[in-house]
Nanobody
Framework: QVRLVESGGGSVQVWGSLRLSCVAS????????MGWYRQAPGELRELVAI???????TYADSVKGRFAISRDPAKNTVSLQMDSLKPEDTSDYCC??????????????WGQGTQVTISS
């Protein structure tokens, strides 16, 4: 019903920058939140950043001041600008959306993930 497609992952050196983008498509009635999670091998999935429909932004403490999330509601896209990247940011980054496909049907959706690798 709802598909999330990420782009923009890759490999950069320490202190470099990357920009991730995600577009949501399908039977979208309303979008309550869009954002990014990440999961490194052997680790739990963790929140990176989320933008809520009321404009509130939530960031993981580890990325505050370095990452910036933005959303274009008209295009159903969310982007994550990542600056001053560190080796510990290496992970698989997954787009997330909380979407209503009708007045009463609200679900969480996930993208396939895009790999970000930071080398020292």
């Amino acid at each position: 019903q709802v598909r999330l497609v990420e782009s923009g992952g890759g490999s950069v050196q320490v202190w470099g920058s990357l920009r991730l983008s995600c577009v949501a498509s399908g039977s979208i009635f309303a979008t309550y939140a869009m954002g990014w999670y990440r999961q490194a091998p052997g680790e739990l999935r963790e929140l990176v950043a989320i933008v809520h429909s009321d404009g509130r932004l939530t960031y993981a403490d580890s990325v505050k001041g370095r990452f910036a999330i933005s959303r274009d509601p008209a295009k159903n896209t969310v982007s994550l600008q990542m600056d001053s990247l560190k080796p510990e940011d290496t992970s698989d980054y997954c787009c997330y959306a909380r979407v209503a496909t009708s007045h009463s049907d609200i679900n969480k959706y996930w993208g396939q993930g895009t790999q970000v690798t930071i080398s020292s």
